[in-house]
């Protein structure tokens, strides 16, 4: 094996990747199994990872046509839905180290919409900006099939987190560019591929939604032709901002299980355990005005649902935050 990627692992890097690492840990321990959070999030990743290559579809129109429901749209667009969802459904039992599983997802995810599905191009091919400027040439099609082949061996075999390596993966599959189409699409769904084999939880993270919201810096990253750094760097960012705002990964779960009452309640008691160490059912009640059993009440749930922490019994118990 010769093929041997150029990044550099910084010290922001590591540090970037023990926050994430910890983040995702505590998450995991404590996910809940909310299939249908779950499948929103597929569903506005596979939105996003579509959006990003121009397709037109809302996000609820991505919903309709998955759920079997009638849409008025492009024939092709439609059909870009249908295609993702199968390869979402699909992509996680696969190996992302094997040419063969590589192929097999990218049939699943342009079958019908290119001549070659589940296979390399036989032509040349470019890489664009979304103003329609020319970024980076593919590799000849001729040394395509060897340099993925090489790419995927250098995966399996590089001893480097999961959290580079993805993203070395998603930045040489770009600049490889091994298919006459879908080549954005596949790298963003095998960069999720290898993460999950590390943290599952990565399966149902919505990254490519946070990658069309930074869309232009997506590019300009992958635009470096010198080396992947750029790019981990920002793969890196994306996924923390990703873990920090998706309800998967954050107590928003929970708190959407709560009355309005509760709610408002809990975050009353958040703010001031934020400035304070712990709280009081008395000193609860003086900043709630609500009764004694009400707080009472109220409190029993916070902490059936993991966001609060009692210690203490009766009048001396004391409340805290979960994390």
């Known amino acids: 094996m010769s093929y041997q990627p150029l990044f550099d692992i910084t010290d922001d890097m590591l540090n970037k990747i023990v926050e994430i690492t910890e983040i995702v840990t505590k998450l995991t321990l404590k996910q809940p199994q909310n299939f ?30 998955v759920n079997g429901k009638r849409v008025l749209a492009k024939p092709q667009e439609i059909r870009e839905v249908q295609n993702a969802y199968q390869a979402y459904e699909q992509i996680f039992k696969l190996n992302p180290y094997q040419v063969t599983d590589l192929l097999q997802a990218h049939g699943y ?3 019908d919409l290119v001549k070659h599905s589940g296979g390399f191009r036989l032509g040349d091919v470019g890489i664009y900006d979304i103003a329609g400027n020319l970024v980076h ?32 993966v998603h930045y040489e599959l770009e600049k490889i560019h091994p298919f006459e189409d879908g080549n954005g699409r596949m790298g963003r769904l095998w960069q999720n591929l290898i993460l999950a084999q590390d943290y599952p939880i990565f399966e149902y993270l919505p990254i490519e939604t946070m990658i069309y919201e930074h869309q232009k810096s997506y590019y300009k990253a992958l635009s470096d032709n010198k080396s992947a750094t750029r790019f981990i760097n920002f793969m890196l960012d ?4 990703t873990i920090k705002n998706s309800d998967i990964t954050s107590d928003k779960i929970a708190i ?12 009353l008691i958040r703010d001031y ?8 059912s008395a000193e609860a009640q003086i900043l709630s005005g609500k009764s004694a059993a009400t707080v009472r009440n109220y409190f029993a749930k916070l ?7 009692a210690q203490g019994e009766n009048k001396a118990r004391k409340y805290f935050l979960a994390n």
């Open 238 to 241: 994306i996924i923390m901002e």
């Open 256 to 267: 959407k299980q709560l009355s309005k009452p509760q709610t408002e309640f809990y975050h």
């Open 303 to 309: 902490v059936s649902k993991n966001l609060l922490v």
């Open 109 to 111: 995810l342009m079958a």
């Open 137 to 168: 040439m593919g590799a000849r099609p001729q040394f395509v099939s060897h340099l993925v082949n090489e790419l995927l061996e250098w995966g399996q075999s590089a001893v480097i987190p999961a959290l580079i390596k993805s993203s070395v």
């Open 273 to 280: 355990l934020q400035k304070n160490e712990s709280v009081t």
């Open 36 to 65: 249908h959070l779950r499948k929103e999030n597929r569903l506005r990743s596979i939105h996003s990872s579509l959006a990003i290559e121009a397709n037109s579809l809302s996000l609820e129109q991505v919903t309709a046509i």
